[in-house]
């Protein structure tokens, strides 16, 4: 069985230190704030992303890009020349155009290195859903597990990832054109928090509406509890756009109520955020379906 290096991209939400303790190789994305490109990254450590949020608040507008050609050749073929076989795990297709620019690259790539086996998964999740689908793969190549039977893995399991999360409102997702359906006209209601989640064609949707902060972190809680299978025994992700605070009390509160022991709670990456906003509150778990 050949080495492998597991992939992603900056949109798995993943902090430094988990990419360092996972082994991953991380594909940032490129995102403007005016004329200025950011990555995130300054080198090859992310940044603590205070700038991005200030100018978000001040509704200045963050433009994203997906990965390009020169991002896939600069890192990917170097681990091809030294014999790595690659599984990559990319950002939902439903959101992005990034899946579609790594396949196309890779299949250049099948041909200049035939010997090398490449398999990209379009995960269908975003931020620490697709970061958790990452750690799970990573905890299956520790069991021994070959690239083949983590990437079916995977392929089985990632529309049972649950991705249930609430906005303080729907601006950045109505800007970005990041949001399906009719629910963007609750944004403009007073005091009135979206909930959304992540469907299965990898796309958002508004699920409901409910009145204030407290009870929309409540209801996120009644989600985990009510969908998630043993939740006692899972390890549970949150993303939270500069709002740690509320982070932490979501964190607490499932703890309390389903037993959840391991959590991995990150701010969300700008590439993200710049879609969703500051005020931004995710969970993500493993359920019978989305």
């Known amino acids: 069985m050949n080495d492998f290096v597991?992939?992603?991209?900056?949109?798995?939400?993943?902090?430094?230190?988990?990419?360092t303790e996972y082994g991953v190789t991380m594909m940032p994305l490129r995102y403007y704030i005016g004329d200025k490109e950011y990555t995130g990254f300054v080198d090859g450590h992310q940044t603590d992303f205070a700038e991005e949020y200030m100018r978000l608040r001040q509704k200045e507008k963050i433009t994203t890009s997906l990965v390009s050609r020169e991002q896939c050749d600069d890192l990917l073929l170097p681990l091809l020349a030294e014999g790595k076989d690659l599984l990559i795990l990319a950002f939902s297709s439903g959101l992005s155009g990034t899946y579609q620019s790594i396949v196309n690259a890779c299949e250049d790539y099948r041909e200049e290195y035939p010997d090398r086996n490449i398999i990209v998964v379009d995960t269908l999740a975003a931020a620490l859903g697709q970061g958790l689908l990452v750690y799970y793969a990573v905890q299956m190549k520790r069991q021994g597990k070959s690239m083949e039977e983590i990437a079916e893995w995977v392929e089985n399991n990632k529309l049972k990832l649950r991705h249930v999360f609430t906005l303080d409102d729907l601006f950045f997702l109505k800007r970005g054109g990041?949001?399906?359906?009719?629910?963007?006209?609750?944004?403009?209601?007073?005091?009135?928090?979206?909930?959304?989640?992540?469907?299965?064609?990898?796309?958002?949707?508004v699920t409901g509406k409910v009145r204030g902060r407290r009870t929309s972190i409540e209801k996120l809680v009644d989600e985990v509890a009510t969908t998630g299978i043993d939740m006692a025994n899972q390890?549970?992700?949150?993303?939270?756009?500069?709002?740690?605070?509320?982070?932490?009390?979501?964190?607490?509160?499932?703890?309390?109520r389903c037993g959840?022991?391991?959590?991995?709670?990150?701010?969300?990456?700008?590439?993200?955020?710049?879609?969703?906003?500051?005020?931004?509150?995710?969970v993500f778990f493993l359920g019978d379906k989305r």
């Not at 390890?235 to 964190?251: N, R, T, W, Y």
């Open 235 to 256: 390890v549970c992700f949150i993303s939270h756009g500069d709002c740690e605070a509320d982070a932490i009390a979501l964190k607490e509160a499932i703890a309390e």
């Open 260 to 282: 959840t022991k391991e959590f991995v709670v990150n701010p969300l990456v700008p590439v993200i955020a710049a879609h969703s906003g500051p005020g931004t509150l995710a």
């Open 6 to 19: 597991i992939v992603t991209d900056s949109c798995s939400n993943l902090n430094d230190n988990q990419i």
């Open 178 to 205: 990041r949001l399906s359906g009719s629910g963007a006209i609750l944004g403009s209601l007073m005091n009135i928090k979206p909930m959304l989640h992540t469907a299965d064609d990898g796309k958002l949707y």
